[in-house]
């Protein structure tokens, strides 16, 4: 093999990425990386790293005055918003250097730059001073994830996309954010929390689409307990800046609110144009993410892709499980193929939500078309660390269980590190758990996960026909929570 050959060629560093070309040259292949921004991807540099810590300063606000119940006698406490972000660039700055380490530790050659194919089995890397570097790959991975949308009313090019939020040189006083989606919801809760004034609209009924409803109304409530002014049926109609650097926001309602920063939040789409995909023969389907088969092979039989790009799971670990797929199928002798059923997720919004598995209304619709039948068990109640505080903040805790086998096929909590609670129930979950296991698992006292194994109470049957959710116009399906099998016929 000459020098400019390789078994498998990687364009992106983020998560899926770096995933893939590690373990693809522990398993002794000959890789190399392009990546033309930064290592980690979305996830560490503007994404759920520097979301998490965000998510962690906004909340110490709430710590401080709750301090106040428990004997500490706390002054008012000032914002140092420049030295969050200083900290913050810091920390990214750490992890993007032991992503880079972790390549060369496993002798990855790096290439900085952006990548295009030339044909399926070349990738050409222009430098940023020009230089043009070429290698030929028995096979290629596309893992260039995906960007922030931007919408489309007249004045969206003042609305700042996620990207930009992580490095505000300053706190706005007031926030408008567009969207009721992952993004939407953490950052309305962020800003909050950091004491900005924080008007959140979104184009439906109820935000969250495809979670679970209790769920989605908990949250609205503790929002707006919070502070936070949500809006339903309200989208944005144009934005204009003032004379005073402030902006109009014009809304659907005809209301106009004068803010000083717009965050869109309304989707990512794939980064999958301008790679040379198509002329190398990798078909992209209506949404412009890559088509790929069961084992993330694409239309180019060359040519692999995971993550993002390919649009079925947007979350990290999703990621990181696809690379690991392909690299151990190509160079490990596996023959893997994706698993999608009961993925857990956080919302690291003010309260977390974490969920697994079904919804009430998936449930009892995937009960009609069974037969079957589903039982509820739901519980609300206050933490008691606000026995003491007197925050007027509930948890949400609830079961979803299907009635003739008795497994539970749903848990949904919104309250503090519901994340934390949810990733053992996952397991659990994965497991085919069933109610009666739950029941037969001892609480740990005094905690509120413990309430997940005491529910004894089934809620009474719903008297009302199933409501259908008006969708907005060209919105996608949610992809978020997953319950479908990909198959080899899906793609192509
Ligand atoms: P989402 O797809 O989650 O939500 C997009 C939101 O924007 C929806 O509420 C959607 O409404 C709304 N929307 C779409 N188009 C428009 C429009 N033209 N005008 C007004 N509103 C619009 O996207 P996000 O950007 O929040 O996040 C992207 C993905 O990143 C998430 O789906 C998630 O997979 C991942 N992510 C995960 C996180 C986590 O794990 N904690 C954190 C952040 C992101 P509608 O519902 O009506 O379509």
Redesign the pocket.
Known sequence: MSSSEVDLFVIGAGSGGVRGARVAAALGARVAVAEERFFGGTCVNV??IP?KLFSYGAHLREDLDDARAYGWDVAEPALDWPRLIANKDKEIARLNGIYQRLLEGRGVEILRGRATLEGASTVVVTAPDGAVTRRTARHVLVATG?A??R???PGAELAMI?DEVFYLPKRPDRLLV?????????MAGIFRGYGAQVTQ????AL????FDRDVRTHLAGEMRHRGVDLRFHT??ASLARRADGALDAVLTTGETLVVDAVL?????SPNARNLGLEAAGVALDERGAVRVDGRFRTSARTVYAVG?VIDR????PVALSEAMIVAQNLFGGAKRAPDYEFIP????SNPSIGTVGLTEDEAREAAVTRGGAVDIYRSTFTPLKHTLTGRAEKTLMKLVVERDTDRVVGVHVVGADA?EIVQGFAVALKMGATKAQLDATIGIHPTAAEELVTMREKCPEPDHTMNVEH??E???P???IVHHRWEDSDAQ
């Open positions: 994404g759920c979301k995906g922030p949308l919408p489309t009313f996620s567009i969207g009721g989606g992952y993004i939407a919801v953490e609209v979104y184009r439906g935000f969250l689409r495809g989208d944005v869109a939040a309304v989707g990512r993002d799971v947007q979350l990290t997720s956080a919302v690291f994340g969708v907005a060209g919105a996608p949610r992809r978020g």
